[in-house]
């Protein structure tokens, strides 16, 4: 249960760190950094670009402006690439919750969760 705590917590692949299994921990970590490193980056990126608009004059500096164009959503192969790193950094997740709570009663001989 803790090894799935950790996971569940912190982030994917601790539990299995917690559990000795630093291949799958590897693999969990490095899976979910990437997803959640492309998600970041594109919105760092895009607060840059507003940051630009602003220093050049193109846009107002006011909040009004700013909110709205921060809350426009991404178009395209921008707003796919994004869908899919956010679903596979949840999905990583999931896994690496699941698997450590599973390894982690493996090593515990099978024995029945404590309530």
Do not use: C
């Amino acid at each position: 249960m803790k090894s799935a705590l950790l996971s569940a917590f912190i982030f994917p692949g601790v539990g299995h760190v917690y559990l000795k299994r630093y291949i799958s921990a590897a693999l969990l970590a490095g899976t979910a950094f990437i997803a959640l490193y492309f998600v970041i980056s594109t919105a760092v990126e895009r607060a840059l670009q507003i940051v630009d608009k602003i220093q050049s004059g193109e846009i107002q500096p006011d909040v009004a402006v700013i909110t709205e164009l921060v809350a426009k959503q991404p178009i395209g192969t921008e707003a796919q690439l994004i869908n899919i790193a956010t679903t596979v950094f949840i999905i990583t997740w999931l896994i690496g919750i699941a698997d450590a709570y599973r390894v982690g009663r493996l090593q515990d001989g099978g024995a029945p969760a404590d309530g």
